[in-house]
């Protein structure tokens, strides 16, 4: 689900959850004037539908709702994508200390009785909105910060290849030639001829140096780098 950047637009999309109807009214009002869209519902599982459809950017919701309470509506608007990032504000009669604190362990971030004060209700809001704004970017920064990650290893990765490849060719170029070379004597002297064995023997001892170069390409450390040519750089085997 797609979550609002709050530079898009200063107008807020708030959910108003109650099943009294002249709370309803009341908390509409007040958002209104604000300058911020209400969404009025009567009950949680109609604002959770609203919420499936688009995410608000605050919810106001009451603790006791038929179908749904507000106590299930916080927790099941968390579990929808991006839901975690909405804040939610228990607008409700009920008073009570464990009230206040079992609503907020279970997920409400703030909490406001009834009757409340106009000027208290509207700070809350706006401090809410503010933290959801702040929660927002947050994510986009932590999301431009894994990409930006993600980039960088690719390159990294692909510098590392470069470099590989580079070491591979220069370290095995020449005992690769040499083999060639040998290979061609060894199609053109008889056997009988001692330059025969030695081109054998030069062979083997070629393929002996590739293979303990190999060894070390493995376990080469990519730290250990030296100029290669034209400014490029290669991986440094050990005793090179």
Known sequence: MEIKSPELSAERRILIADDDADSRIVVASVISILGHSPVVVRGGGEALEECERQLPDLAIIDYTMPAVSGIEMC?????????????????????????????????????????????????????????????????????????????????????????????????????????????????????????????????????????????KLRNIKASAREEYFGGTEILKLKDE
């Open 75 to 215: 927790h099941r608007l968390k579990t929808i994508p991006g839901g975690e990032l909405v804040p939610i504000l228990m607008l409700t009669a009920r008073d009570s200390m464990q009230d206040k604190i079992s609503a907020l362990e279970e997920g409400v971030d703030d909490y406001l009785t009834k009757p409340f004060n106009y000027q208290e209700l509207r700070a809350r809001v706006k401090a809410l909105l503010r933290v959801r704004d702040l929660n927002v970017k947050l994510v986009a920064k932590n999301d431009e910060l894994k990409q930006m990650q993600e980039r960088l290893v690719a390159s990294e990765r692909q510098v590392a290849v470069g470099q590989l490849a580079g070491t591979a060719a220069h370290q095995l170029g020449q005992p690769l030639s040499a083999i060639m070379l040998n290979c061609f004597l060894i199609e053109k002297l008889p056997k009988d001829d001692p330059k025969f064995m030695g081109a054998v023997v030069a062979i083997k001892n070629d393929v002996r140096r590739m293979v303990e170069m190999i060894d």
